[in-house]
DNA sequence: TTTTCATATATAAATATTGACATATTAAAC
DNA sequence: GTTTAATATGTCAATATTTATATATGAAAA
C-alpha cells in the first residue's frame, strides 16, 4: 500500500502547491512567467528561477501552453494559457483539502526580542513596517481599483474568473490595514518609556 | 570583494532566520525543542526536523546551553537557555534590517480558481476557514489569557521578556478576527447565487 | 556616457524545509 | 487488550526555495 502508481513513467511531475497557484493565474488571464512572479506574490511568493522551470514542466505535462509574443522595445514574451487538461486538474485539486498556511515573518523575531536592546529600535522597526505596509495598501488599493473600472459588476459573479482575485485583494488589504493598526497601537505602548 | 571573511574556519554555522528565531524564543525563557516548535508556530512554522539539529549547532557554537530534566510520567526533555554570547549576536541582529514576510497560503489559491468549480465548494472552503481560524484565535485568547494572569503589568513594560511575545499574540488574534471577517464578507457575496 | 532600472527568460549551486523513519513513555479511548 | 494521542528527541532522503550567474533590450537617470 506503499507505492503511489503514477500515469506516467517518464517526466513525472511532482504537482505541488506553486504548480497549482500558478494554473489558477493562468486560469484567470494568459500570462507571462515574469507577470505569474509578480501576481504570485499577493499570497504565494516565488522567485522568478522557480517560475520558469516549473512553466516549463507544466507545459511538457500540456497542463498549460504558450505562444511566443514580440514587443518593440522589450524582450520577447511566451505567454502561456491554461489547457482542458489544466482546467481539469485544477479543478479536481480544489476539492481537497487546502494545506494549513505558512507565514515566516523576520519582522515578529526582532520584536519577540526587542527587549534586549532598546525601545528606540522598536519604534524604528515599527514606523519601517508601517512604511511597508502603506505603499502595500497603497499599490493593492490602486489594483483594486484598476479591477473595479474594468470589470465593475463581474467582481461579484462568482462564476467570474475575476471573482477570486478581487476578493483575495479585499482580504489582503483588510489585512495589511490591521497590520498597520496594530502598529500604531504598539507604537503607543511605547510612548510611555 | 566576493569572499566573505568567516571568524572560524571549521564546523560554521549558517545563521538563519529560524536560528535568531530560536534564539529569541529561548531569552524569553527557557524552553525544550519539543516546546519552541509549538511557540514557534506564531510567526514562523517549522517541523521538528529542522528545529532539533539546529539547536545542536546552536550549543556547538555556545549561542544555547542546555540541562537536562527527567520528568514522572514523559520521556526526558532538554532545557535550552540563552547563553552570553547568544544573546550578543541575537541583540546585534535586530539591528539588521528584517526581510520580508513570506506567506503561502493554499487555500487562496483555490479561491483564485473558485469560478471554475461550484459556489457550494467556496461556501464549503470558507466555513472550514472560518472553523479554523475560530479554533485558532480560540488557542490564541486562551494564552493572552494566561500570560495576563501570570505577569500582568509586565505585559506592557517593553524591558519586560514577556513583552514581544505579548504585542505578538495581540497582533495575531486581530488579523485571525479579520481573516474571519473576511470569510464572511465573502459569503454574503455567495448568498445571491 | 556610463550606470541603473524595468522588462524578459533561463540554469546551476547552495540552502531551507518537509516527510518518512526511528525510538520511548504514559494516559486515555475504544 | 489494543489502538490512539500527546510528550519527547533524533536522522536521512526528498523536495522546495533562494542566491548567484547569465543574457538581451531600451528608457531614464546620473
Known amino acids: 500500500m506503499k507505492r503511489e502508481v503514477k500515469n506516467c513513467i517518464f517526466a513525472e511531475i511532482e504537482m505541488n502547491s506553486l504548480a497549482y497557484a500558478l494554473l489558477a493565474m493562468v486560469a484567470r488571464k494568459d500570462c507571462s512567467g515574469y507577470e505569474l512572479v509578480q501576481l504570485l506574490e499577493l499570497f504565494w511568493q516565488a522567485k522568478h528561477s522557480q517560475v520558469y522551470p516549473l512553466l516549463a514542466k507544466l507545459e511538457q505535462k500540456q497542463y498549460v501552453a504558450h505562444r511566443l509574443v514580440k514587443q518593440n522595445g522589450r524582450p520577447d514574451k511566451k505567454i502561456y494559457r491554461l489547457t482542458e487538461q489544466g482546467r481539469e486538474i485544477l479543478s479536481a485539486w480544489i476539492h481537497e483539502e487546502p494545506a494549513v498556511p505558512v507565514v515566516r515573518d523576520e519582522f515578529l523575531t526582532k520584536i519577540y526580542a526587542i527587549w534586549l536592546t532598546s525601545t528606540k529600535r522598536a519604534r524604528e522597526l515599527l ?24 470589470w465593475s459588476d463581474d467582481l461579484y459573479d462568482p462564476h467570474s474568473p475575476q471573482f477570486g482575485r478581487y476578493m483575495i485583494l479585499q482580504r489582503k488589504t483588510r489585512l495589511e490595514q490591521e497590520e498597520i493598526n496594530w502598529c500604531h497601537w504598539v507604537l503607543e505602548r511605547l510612548k510611555k518609556d
Open 127 to 150: 514606523h519601517e513596517r508601517i512604511q511597508y505596509f502603506t505603499d502595500m495598501l497603497t499599490d493593492r488599493l490602486l489594483k483594486i481599483r484598476e479591477m473595479e473600472e474594468r
